[in-house]
């Protein structure tokens, strides 16, 4: 079993920037995919990025791209997401999961990732 632990969220102006970090605890963090999601409140669970084992290979969700990006150090099994030119519609959230999955790329659905964390709030104010 994988135990993940969000941090780094908090009240931010838009246009401001936020790191969100995962740690990770349990099983070796460098056999997951790692992924990021948000929700909203009163609205559906949303991707925002994922990240290959390796580092070697992410994927963005269209409203983040170039704006966002996610990184993982293995040697501190922590996952990473630097949020630059946030938007009151950034307000969130957030969540990061661990996908066990190595063989596959980095996926932006859900059901495919075994365990959550217990997610970090982003309040961006306009």
């Known amino acids: 079993q994988v135990q993940l632990v969000e941090s780094g969220g908090g009240l931010v102006q838009a246009g401001g920037s936020l790191r969100l970090s995962c740690a990770a605890s349990?099983?070796?963090?460098?056999?997951?995919?790692m992924g990021w999601f948000r929700q909203a409140p009163g609205k559906e669970r949303q991707f925002v990025a994922a990240i290959s084992w390796s580092g070697g290979s992410t994927s963005y969700g269209d409203s983040v791209k170039g704006r966002f990006t996610i990184s993982r150090d293995n040697a501190k099994n922590t996952v990473y997401l630097q949020m630059n030119s946030l938007k009151p519609e950034d307000t969130a959230v957030y969540y990061c999961?661990?996908?066990?999955?190595?063989?596959?790329?980095?996926?932006?659905?859900?059901?495919?990732?075994?365990?959550w964390g217990q997610g970090t709030r982003v309040t961006v104010s306009s």
């Open positions: 349990g099983r070796t963090f460098s056999n997951y995919n």
């Open positions: 999961a661990a996908d066990p999955n190595l063989f596959a790329e980095p996926t932006s659905s859900g059901r495919y990732y075994l365990y």
